[in-house]
């Protein structure tokens, strides 16, 4: 279902009726890209990649007062509603909450799935710089590189540190300022 096709007659505000619908699909994660509804259902090699970053930002999260996890990303005034990968959150914030912005995060973490690859390069960096997340790490599957952006903006990040092949040693900025090793993805 598109939020395009909703019947607004109704007067039922069809961003939050559309978020609401998928928090409550039984057994089944969902995200909401651009008014589209997508499954959430990795695979266990897009889980392993994931594992490898987390494993090595885990320790700095720690330090930072910080948890790493798949959480609900909301966008408010947006049919959108991520999933993202991995997203470093300040552990007060993750307590007791449904879903946090992008603003919110330290850091968002997508690993890309055929099915998805054009929506994490393109879509969701437009959008997760759009609503503040101040570091989006991209790890491109198909490619087989990883690229770091910073520095958010209305129009986009500002700041593109890659592709690097995977192999490279890849900084990560402040706050975690930490080299990662992309040998394993």
Same mark, same amino acid.
């Given at each position: 279902m598109s939020i395009e096709s909703a019947d607004y007659s109704s007067g039922v505000d069809p961003e939050r009726a559309l978020k609401y619908a998928i928090q409550h699909i039984k057994g089944e994660r969902a995200q909401i890209v651009e008014g589209v509804i997508e499954p959430v259902s990795p695979t266990w090699d897009h889980e392993a990649a994931a594992e490898t970053i987390r494993d090595q930002i885990r320790a700095r999260a720690r330090e930072l007062d910080c948890v790493t996890g798949a959480g609900n990303l909301d966008l408010p005034g947006s049919s959108n509603w991520y999933v993202p990968a991995i997203a470093v959150v300040p552990a007060a914030a993750a307590k007791g909450a449904g879903a946090l912005l992008p603003a919110d995060t330290l850091l968002v973490v997508e690993v890309t799935s055929e099915s998805n690859a054009e929506t994490d390069r393109a879509v969701k960096r437009r959008r997760y710089a *759009?609503?503040?997340?101040?570091?989006?790490?991209?790890? @491109?599957?198909?490619?087989?590189?990883? !690229?770091?952006?910073? *520095?958010?903006?209305?129009?986009?990040? !500002?700041?593109? @540190?890659?592709?690097?092949?995977?192999?490279?040693?890849?900084?990560?900025? *402040?706050?975690?300022?930490? *080299?990662? @090793?992309?040998?394993?993805?």
């Open positions: *759009e609503y503040g997340a101040p570091l989006y790490l991209l790890v @491109d599957r198909q490619q087989r590189s990883v !690229t770091v952006y910073s *520095e958010p903006g209305e129009l986009g990040y !500002t700041r593109a @540190d890659g592709p690097h092949p995977y192999g490279t040693t890849v900084r990560l900025p *402040e706050p975690f300022g930490l *080299e990662l @090793d992309t040998t394993g993805l």
